[in-house]
């Protein structure tokens, strides 16, 4: 069973920045893709990043030159470096482990405001 934990979110002013983190359990991680997506209230859940089990990443466009996905596989763990944060990026913020089947953390709270 793998388990995924968020943390990192809070609350940021534009402009600012904030690194989330998801560990998780078990022995897959290092051969599994690793994605971040964010959900809005009443809105779907958009991919925001997405990093390869060989390091590859690829990115929405709204974040591409603000955002940075990169993990470590010897902590079990990914990290999503978040640079310049606008309102719009306020979201609750998902990372997603796919090794088969699909694995997701419970989210963390983002939130860009003054």
């Known amino acids: 069973q793998v388990q995924l934990v968020e943390s990192g979110g809070g609350l940021v002013q534009p402009g600012g920045s904030l690194r989330l983190s998801c560990a998780a359990s078990?022995?897959?991680?290092?051969?599994?893709?690793m994605n971040w997506y964010r959900q809005v209230p009443g809105k779907q859940r958009d991919l925001v990043a997405t990093?390869?089990?060989?390091?590859?990443?690829s990115y929405t466009d709204s974040v591409k030159g603000r955002f940075t996905i990169s993990r470590d596989n010897a902590k079990n763990t990914l990290y999503l470096q978040m640079n310049n944060l606008k309102p719009e990026d306020t979201a609750v913020y998902y990372c997603?482990?796919?090794?088969?089947?699909?694995?997701w953390g419970q989210g963390t709270q983002v939130t860009v405001s003054s």
């Open positions: 997603r482990l796919v090794y088969g089947a699909a694995y």
């Open positions: 990093i390869t089990r060989d390091g590859y990443t």
């Open positions: 078990g022995s897959i991680f290092s051969n599994s893709a």
